[in-house]
């Protein structure tokens, strides 16, 4: 009678013969564990990408954080603005606005060129060229709040000292630029009106007579070489 022997089959093909036991050998164990750690190996990565792009997506670009910054930068600039014109300039005389400026700026440019300087960080409003340009001059204290300084007593002196943050540097940076960039238009502003005040008729003169000057001396050099 014929008698019917599996043979002897690889490992992986084993189980698919019907007449040998479906017992599940170390070998065919350790395949499996293998594949089975690298499926939760592979989805651990797919995940981990998913979560970057994810993060990314969600995370404001440079261009967003530039554009966010210029935005508040413009408001707080805008802001300053209004401190300077209407608020220092109305009711003060050009002179008095220029000279208001100045103080404001060189106390700004003082702080920013050395902020951790103690002697730049505060100032008295008792005295004399603070108390005359600033306390005295209408929205000027007003100013030097907005750039960071607060009101304090010590050792009952009063002081306006600067409250080191963030934000208050930010402010003391925007605040000394329009500063700066006023001043300049008062100058140039005060250049241009000198030069309207200028009588065309004294400057045709002036150049006529400097004319007759340079020809005399050209005369008088040609008959001395004769």
Do not use: W
Request: aromatic share 6%.
């Amino acid at each position: 009678m014929y008698n019917h022997r599996s043979p002897d089959l690889p490992p992986i093909v084993r189980h698919l013969d019907p007449d040998h036991p479906k017992t599940m050998s170390q070998e065919e164990s350790t395949v499996h564990e293998n594949i089975a750690e690298e499926s939760k190996t592979t989805d651990d990565a797919r995940n981990a990408i998913a979560d970057a792009i994810l993060r990314r997506a969600e995370a404001p670009t440079v261009d967003e954080d530039e554009e966010r910054r210029f935005a508040r930068e413009r408001e707080t600039r805008l802001e300053f603005r209004r401190l300077v014109d209407p608020g220092i300039a109305r009711g003060n005389t050009p002179a008095r606005f220029e000279e208001t400026l100045k103080v404001l700026s060189k106390i700004a440019d003082n702080l920013l060129s050395d902020i951790g300087n103690e002697k730049y960080r505060r100032f008295k409003p008792t005295n004399n060229l603070i108390k005359k340009h600033l306390v005295e001059v209408k929205g000027a204290l007003e100013y030097a709040v907005a750039l960071g300084f607060r009101a304090e007593v010590e050792h009952f002196q009063p002081y306006y000292t600067f409250l080191d943050t963030p934000k208050n540097r930010d402010n003391l940076r925007i605040g000394a630029s329009v500063l700066t960039e006023t001043l300049e238009r008062i100058i140039q502003k005060a250049e241009h009106e000198k030069l309207n005040r200028v009588d065309p008729k004294a400057v045709q003169r002036e150049i006529a007579q400097k004319a007759c000057l340079i020809n005399s001396s050209y005369y008088f050099s040609q008959r001395s070489h004769k």
